[in-house]
């Protein structure tokens, strides 16, 4: 495997991260209603989450010898003010970034870099505990 690959999975990761966080920002101030008292503070953690993910990432990539992108990914953040919208483009946010660290764990399980595996693996967990918090509040 090309340590190239691996810059270039690691570095999709961060643009999604990047993304994540002005999605979460977003929707924490935007949200309307009496579920704010629950989803502002919700939204608020994930967007921190998603910057503390960007900076284990970017500095993985600084490591391998990359250079890390400074663009989120461009896949549009859709604008709302309902909790349905905001929850359903929360799901399909962390089904994509847990497919990307699904990729990326395999990837690095060949490198031999224990310390960047375990940081990157937590990541991973992190996005599946979202991803079932967020599959339970919209079953
Ligand atoms: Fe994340
Ligand atoms: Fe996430």
């Known amino acids: 495997m090309s340590k190239d690959v691996l810059i270039e999975r690691l570095n999709e990761a961060l643009g999604w991260e990047l993304r994540a966080m002005n999605m979460y920002a977003h929707y ?3 949200i309307q209603g009496i579920h704010r008292l629950q989803l502002d503070p919700m939204f608020t953690e994930e967007a921190s989450e998603s910057l503390a993910h960007a900076d284990v990432v970017r500095r993985a990539i600084v490591k391998l010898g ?15 003010t309902d909790f ?16 990307v660290y699904d990729g ?20 991973y967990f992190a996005e599946l505990r979202s991803l079932e918090s967020l599959r339970l509040i919209l079953a």
């Open 28 to 30: 924490a101030a935007n």
């Open 66 to 80: 990359g250079v890390p992108v400074t663009e989120r990914n461009p896949h549009a953040i859709v604008h709302a």
């Open 84 to 99: 349905t919208t905001m929850l359903e483009r929360s799901l399909e946010t962390e089904t994509k970034a847990a497919e």
């Open 104 to 123: 990326i764990i395999k990837l690095l399980d060949e490198v031999g870099d224990q310390e960047m595996y375990d940081s990157i693996e937590q990541i």
